[in-house]
Structures are given as structure tokens and as C-alpha cells.
């Protein structure tokens, strides 16, 4: 039963958010919490809706984060489909759309991000699917189920994962994208390439170096033109161009903002009683020495549980080191600190371009690490990352197997 005035509130039912309950719960067994969330759903895991969701290994039913138990257990208040339009911090209040106020102790905003949207004639077409939530898998599920053909726009993590689903299950995909390669920002080129060619093997059009400059309808299809003159109509149309973090709410509270809320090492705004985590959250990466925005599962579910314990009173540092996972087809890949395919990359390969471990360097100082088909050695890559030795690739060799 909702009320008025509870210690925590928490906007912003993803990951983050849930996991922040978690945290709160680990120091604080009767502080009342109120957890609020613009979708209609519980709290879900987001990497099943264009991973396991597609190949069988996940089903709708087992991507919530916790069952419905969870929350009446740990007397957690849900305002579920209750968008937050306000927070006034000298009042110590949160509002929603439909006018409800409601007081707080400790507020964090997990709040997330947004699809970026097309800036062109057709970007907002209805059936263009900007992929990312329940709501959308659903929706795509359904529509793909009698499609033959689709176009996916965008080359990054969800671009090339929903190429990949697409294509097993049945569907003619075209990608067009404007970076030279497949997740150009993070593959360097080598392996990007030979990806590419992968995908193309088993039928993927990869269109890359070229953008869409309109989107319309014909009939039943979708008609996509491009830069380059190239006319793809297909049955399906799918936006995968990242996501904007969703600040709107912290900067009208006069909170500190840049690439997201910035946060302090405790993940406190400049607002202490307020706090920030996940998606939306620009904090001190402490292990590379400078503040980043990080938009990875892992990192959501361990920030806001910090986020929840350091509500309350734990004054834990979040230092973890986050990593995050992909799979495109058979190549699977897991990755930690910074892989930014702008620095040094060395590969160590036990077979070129599918098993081995792809470093990240600036002087010969890991900052990242690839793991490419390579399993349970994380950690191992952490610690690597941690000790900020200088390192040549003949030292590197063999170092994680």
C-alpha cells in the first residue's frame, strides 16, 4: 500500500534500481522504500531481449530480476507505469504525472537511458522499432514471426546482436551503418572484419560506411534510402544507434550533470541525500583513473547495489571493475576496463580472430581486456588491469589462457 513519505525512494525500476533494494535491504531491514518505475513491468534483465530470448536459452518468464515475492517480502512499495516528472530537494519530494507527491529520506535516481532516435524524414514511422525494452522484444517477436526480410540500422552491440537474432530466425537482414566496421569503437579492425565476414557467410548484408537519410512506407514495408543511394525494403525496420542518458529530472533539480549525473566515489550527487547509479550515472572509475559513464548489466547490478547500501549509511566506495558480454553467433566474448579500439590493441590468439585475448594499451599499461571465446578469466584480466605495470606483447603472451 503506497504512502506518502517513505525513507527510500527509488526512481527508475531497471536493474540498477532493483539491485539498489538489494542494498538498502543488506543494512536496513525495516526502512520503508518505494521503488518507481515507467514501465508497466517489474524490474527485468535487459541482455535477454536480443540474447538468450532469441536462441531458445532464456524465456520471458525467467528475465524479471526478482519475483513478485521479493518485493511484498522485503515490504518494498512498487508504483509501476508511474512516469517521475519532478523532484524538488528542498522539500525533500519526488512528483509524478498523475500529481502524487511523495516525500523521501534518501532518493536515487536510477533512471537510466533513451534510444536515440533517427534526426531524419521517417525516423519516427510507427512500426520502426527503437529496441531496448520488454515491451519492444515483444513487439518484434510478433512482427518477425511472418517476415522474410529486415533492415537493421546500426553497427553496435544491439545493432549487431539483433542482426544475429534476426538472421537465426529465419530473416534476410540488411545492416547499414556509418562506422567503417562492425562495433568499431570497441573490435579492432582485424577482428571486426573477419565478424563481418562471418556474418555475410551466413547471409547478413553488411552495408558499412553508409546511413540512412529517410524511412518510409510502402504498403506493408519499410522503405529505407541511404547516403549512398541504396534502396533496402524490407518487412521489419530496426533502430539500434545507442542510448542517451536520461538526465532531465537531476539537471531541473539543479543537480551536477555532464555525460551523465556525476556522482562522487560514494555515488552521491552534488545533492548528498540524493544519489545516482547505472546508466545515467558519471562516476570515478577509480581502477583507470578518471570518471566515466559506464552502460553495462554488471555494472548496474553491482553501482546500485552499492548505490543501496551507501543510502543506508554504509559509506562503501564503489571501486568494482565491471565487465560486460556479448555473442555474435559462435563468437562469444566477455570484456573489462577500458576497450576503446581508439588505443593500442595487441591479440594474443590461440586461434586468429575466434579464441584468444585482445589487449588494450596506452604505454604498454593494460586498460582493457578482450576474452574472446575464452571463459572464466575475468578476474584474472581485472588483476592485470589493476597493477598499472608497463608490459611488452612478448610479456603479455600467454599471460591469461
Known sequence: MTQDRYDYVIVGAGLAGASAVEGIRQHDKQGSILLAGAEPQRPYNRPPLSKQLWTGKETLEKIFIHGAEFYERERVDLALATQIDAVDAGAREIRD?????YRYGKLLLATGGSPRRLPIPGGGLDGLSYFRTYDDYVQLRRAAASA?????IGGGFIGSEIAAALNMSGIEVSMVFPGPHLVDRVFPEPLARALQSGFAERGVQVLAGDRPVSITRSGMHFIVRTEKGRRLRADLA??????????????????????????????????????????????????????????HWDHALNQGRCAGRNMAGAGETYDYMPFFFSDLFDFGYEAVGNVDASLETWADWQEENRTG???????????????????????AARELIRARKRWTHATLRGMIR
Not at 504525472?97 to 507527491?101: D, E, I, L, S
Not at 522474410?148 to 537493421?152: E, G, H, S, Y
Not at 537531476?250 to 566515489?265: C, H, K, S
Open 97 to 101: 504525472r498523475q500529481g502524487r507527491r
Open 148 to 152: 522474410k526480410t529486415a533492415v537493421v
Open 238 to 295: 530496426v533502430a539500434g544507434i545507442g542510448i542517451t542518458p536520461n538526465l532531465t529530472l537531476a539537471a531541473q533539480t539543479g543537480l551536477q550533470t555532464g555525460d551523465g549525473i556525476v556522482v562522487n566515489e560514494l555515488l552521491q550527487t552534488s545533492d548528498p541525500d540524493i544519489y545516482a547509479a547505472g546508466d545515467n550515472a558519471f562516476f570515478p572509475y577509480r581502477s583507470l583513473g578518471k570518471a566515466m559513464r559506464i552502460e
Open 357 to 379: 585475448v585482445i589487449y588494450y594499451l596506452v604505454d604498454g599499461v593494460v586498460q582493457g581486456v578482450m576474452l574472446c571465446n575464452v571463459w572464466e578469466k575475468v578476474d
